[in-house]
């Protein structure tokens, strides 16, 4: 049983960076698909990246794009997400997911293993 554990979460200002972190136990996830959705309060929770096993492709939400960056490494088991420019309405938990397969897939559903998400608040 794959477990997932997020890091790098924190207090930052509008304009500011943060690097997620997502390390995987329990086995490996070289061939998983993995992503990183956020939850705002009230809110459904929404996609923001996704990595395919290989890193060969990506998807990114339009609210995101060009300010975050998925990546992984394998030989670490850990999936990263770097986020720049951060804006206020970037507010959320946001937690990592595996999915068993291929396909860059942004439906939360469609994800088997998650992690317990790390806050991230960005003040104006």
């Known amino acids: 049983q794959v477990q997932l554990g997020e890091s790098g979460g924190g207090l930052v200002q509008a304009g500011g960076s943060l690097r997620l972190s997502c390390v995987a136990s329990?086995?490996?996830?070289?061939?998983?698909?993995m992503a990183w959705f956020r939850q705002a309060p009230g809110k459904e929770r929404e996609s923001v990246a996704v990595?395919?096993?290989?890193?060969?492709?990506?998807y990114y939400a339009d609210s995101v794009k060009g300010r975050v960056t998925i990546s992984r490494d394998n030989a670490k088991n850990t999936v990263y997400l770097q986020m720049n420019s951060l804006k206020p309405e970037d507010t959320a938990i946001y937690y990592c997911?595996?999915?068993?397969?291929?396909?860059?897939?942004?439906?939360?559903?469609?994800?088997?293993?998650w992690g317990q998400g790390t806050q991230v608040t960005v003040s104006s």
């Open positions: 997911a595996a999915r068993r397969g291929i396909g860059v897939l942004t439906s939360a559903a469609r994800y088997d293993y």
């Open positions: 329990g086995g490996t996830i070289s061939s998983y698909t």
């Open positions: 990595i395919s096993w290989s890193a060969g492709a990506t």
